[in-house]
């Protein structure tokens, strides 16, 4: 059986001590609307840095620090879904997509590359304001229940992971899942609705010397789902991209 190490997602606990104030990457290329983000974030106490181009932002996000990313769509050098699919890889940093585009299947494309909200421009400050403050909330519960925290017992729906006793329950029924599987199973659960990518999940639950390829990760999300009772509703695939855990 693969050998597991242990996932190692401490790096993406947000740098701020509290959820009020928070280390914020804005990444627009339009001059004007970057600045006037920049000042109107640090109003609320934020510290707010200022980025023009996807390399230089996903160069920022790897240096480790940032709390939350508002991502322009169109960016030169490497567009918006480009930063987020390369970021993703190895980060959980939460991340809010601007659009100028605003069509269903931009949202649909851009929640798939792995943002976890969106807005339409024009950009209303007062409803940035609101968004960034509930996903900092959001952010922060997760982190608390993060596995690489360890100890704490994750509910998702009728999913109950403990990973002290390394016991796993589905609507009261125990769970008899590998250690892999059980990874697999507590990372879906601290992040439920978040969908991770098959070289994410690659990168954290194997170790570099495996030969493992993204058919080895459908593999065993097959085995998982069968364990969890159901084809895939509750492991749900996000084609082209990976898996997410649906919580109803
Ligand atoms: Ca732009």
């Given at each position: 059986?693969a050998?597991v190490?242990?996932p ?6 947000p740098?701020?001590?509290h959820v ?11 001059p004007d609307?970057?600045a006037?983000?920049?000042e ?10 200022g ?8 160069r920022?996000?790897d240096a480790?620090g ?11 050098l ?5 930063v987020l699919?390369e ?6 940093v ?5 659009t ?10 851009g929640l ?8 339409a421009?024009?950009v209303?400050i007062?409803v940035?304001?609101?968004r960034?403050?509930a996903?900092?909330?959001?952010a922060g ?6 596995p ?8 998702a729906?009728?999913?109950r ?8 329950e589905r609507?009261?029924r125990e769970l008899?899942?590998?250690p892999l599987e059980?990874e697999l199973l507590h990372?879906f ?19 570099d ?10 593999t065993?999300?097959?085995?998982l789902?069968k364990k969890l009772?159901?084809a895939d ?7 082209g991209?990976g ?6």
């Open positions: 059986m050998k190490s242990r190692a997602i401490a790096s993406a606990r740098a701020a001590e009020g104030v928070a280390n914020i990457l804005v990444v627009e290329d339009e609307l970057n006037l983000l920049c109107q974030l640090a109003k609320d106490g934020h510290r707010i840095t980025v023009f181009d996807g390399i230089e932002a996903v920022r996000i480790g940032i709390d939350l990313v508002l991502l322009d769509w169109m960016l030169p490497l567009d918006g879904p480009g699919r970021v993703r890889k190895r980060s959980l939460p991340v809010i997509m601007l100028a585009r605003g069509t269903d299947l931009d949202v649909v494309d798939e590359a792995g943002a976890d909200d969106y807005l421009k024009p209303h007062r940035l304001r609101a960034i403050a996903m900092l909330r959001r519960a997760t982190d608390r229940l993060h690489a925290n360890g100890a704490l017992v994750i509910g729906g009728n999913i992971v403990d990973p002290e006793n390394r016991f796993a609507a009261g008899e899942l590998t059980f990372l659960c601290a992040n439920p609705g978040r969908t991770f990518s098959r070289d994410f999940l690659l990168e954290r639950l194997w170790s010397d495996e030969d493992v390829s993204a058919r080895t990760v459908d065993h999300i097959q085995r789902r009772g159901d509703t509750t492991l749900q695939t996000v084609w991209v898996y997410r855990l649906r919580v109803s």
